[in-house]
């Protein structure tokens, strides 16, 4: 029965023991724990503290940068405004570099535009000149206000007068008509019966014309005078009794010998043959000046002789074909300096 006890009383104490080992254990493991723990919680507070120092740096340097930044700016803007207070009064007496390159860039759409004038491409040259206008009007320019209103009114007046001439023939082509008009005429006199002269010097007239037309269809003043002038010059030597308003004129107006004499009293034949002399010239002279009226009325479609075609071939060797003017470009022409 003693034994018993005992045996109990050694699993007990055993048990205690071993409890406490465990409880120690645990109390040492939970120990390294909070070790480790506050281990992992130092470096963590490194590590964010120099995370935070690093930005700190950063943003100090940026901040710093952005001041240089700033006094740069700053010391450009003064010596701009500098710049700008030197060269202000030199701005205002003389036109920009970039203002007279626009001025430039205008002039060359101008000469765009005479040269379809040239080819008789009016509305293509409308367009231009329409675009032109348009630009100016936008204002996105540094040409000045003054000249900008004096453009847009020139622009307007070309455009205007363009339109008025589009659907007309130009002097050029009045010109190819009008010769057109005079060989129609001599080809019918050709083939007319009545005409006492060979044909083949009617013929060379006509040749010559040809190269009339052609010089007015190429646009060239000096071969269209030449080979009017010989046209002319032919149909005279061909037709010798063929004259020209100004040879009417002159006629019209040139006294007679006759009118100077004197009449001698008591002689009723003299005065009989001077009133009858006087009488014919006076019908002659209202001939001559009806033909004269209706001459220089004359249009190359109404052409009935050799006169007509004589004064209508010297019309267009006085009045040569001329080409348009653009008023812009006569505006432009004048120095910038005076604008």
Do not use: C
């Amino acid at each position: 029965m003693s034994d018993k006890p005992s045996v109990n009383k050694q699993q007990e104490n055993l048990a205690a023991t071993t409890q406490r080992k465990k409880a120690r254990y645990l109390l040492v493991l939970l120990q390294w724990l909070g070790i480790s723990l506050l281990l992992v919680g130092l470096v963590w507070l490194y590590i964010a503290q120099q995370r935070q120092h690093t930005d700190i740096t950063q943003r100090l340097q940026t901040i710093s940068q952005r001041i240089d930044k700033l006094n740069m700016l700053e010391d450009k803007l003064v010596a701009m405004n500098k710049d700008l207070s030197n060269k202000q009064v030199v701005e205002d007496k003389a036109p920009s570099t970039q203002s007279s390159g626009q001025i430039q860039q205008i002039r060359l759409q101008l000469q765009a535009a005479d040269v379809l004038l040239r080819q008789s491409r009016y509305l293509e040259a409308i367009q231009l000149l329409q675009g032109i206008h348009w630009q100016l009007e936008q204002g996105n320019h540094d040409i000045s206000a003054a000249l900008t209103a004096v453009l847009l009114r020139s622009l307007e007046k070309d455009i205007t007068y363009l339109q008025s001439r589009e659907r007309q023939p130009d002097s050029w082509q009045e010109q190819i008509f009008a010769i057109q008009a005079v060989q129609k005429f001599l080809a019918s006199q050709v083939s007319d019966t009545s005409v006492q002269k060979p044909d083949i010097r009617l013929y060379d007239v006509i040749m010559q014309l040809n190269l009339a037309q052609q010089a007015a269809a190429n646009q060239d003043s000096v071969m269209l005078q030449r080979y009017l002038r010989l046209s002319v010059d032919r149909l005279k030597s061909l037709f010798p009794a063929t004259a020209s308003a100004t040879e009417l004129s002159s006629a019209t107006t040139s006294p007679s010998k006759l009118d100077n004499q004197p009449v001698e009293s008591g002689s009723d034949n003299s005065t009989n043959n001077t009133i009858n002399h006087s009488a014919d010239k006076h019908s002659t002279e209202t001939n001559d000046s009806n033909e004269l009226d209706r001459i220089k009325t004359l249009q190359y479609g109404d052409l009935q002789n050799m006169s007509d075609v004589v004064y209508l071939l010297e019309q267009m060797i006085a009045t040569p074909p001329t080409a348009v003017t653009l008023t812009t470009t006569q505006v432009l022409a004048v120095p910038e300096n005076n604008q």
